[in-house]
């Protein structure tokens, strides 16, 4: 299994971002899936799940902010993210809602003025 996330970047306070994992070697569809943050010093924590019912749940720290999605077609995750804060700013990984699968090269998220 194969994960790469993309989409991140220094963004401004209140900005927004979309990043992007695409996944291969899995059958996707049939996989509830998640996105995780780290921030340096910081473990690895959970952002937000998305089941294969289309279920969601987020973390308190982004309800109402960020919002998890998938493509099926395109074995592709995505993860929108409005109002950014600067405690947003982490790297950010993909992964089973398990963490069943080697970790991706995460993608880098800098909120700052």
């Known amino acids: 299994v194969q994960l790469v996330e993309s989409g991140g970047g220094l963004v401004q306070p209140g900005g927004s971002l979309r990043l992007s994992c695409v996944t291969s070697?899995?059958?996707?569809?049939?996989?509830?899936m998640a996105w995780y943050r780290q921030a340096p010093g910081l473990q690895r924590e959970l952002v937000a799940t998305?089941?294969?019912?289309?279920?969601?749940t987020y973390a308190t720290s982004v309800k109402g902010r960020f919002a998890i999605s998938r493509d099926n077609s395109k074995n592709t995750l995505y993860l929108q993210m409005n109002n950014l804060k600067p405690e947003d700013t982490a790297a950010y990984y993909c992964?089973?809602?398990?963490?069943?699968?080697?970790w991706g090269p995460g993608t880098q998220v800098t909120v700052s003025s």
């Open positions: 070697g899995m059958v996707f569809a049939i996989k509830h």
């Open positions: 998305l089941d294969t019912d289309g279920t969601t």
């Open positions: 992964n089973s809602r398990w963490r069943d699968w080697p």
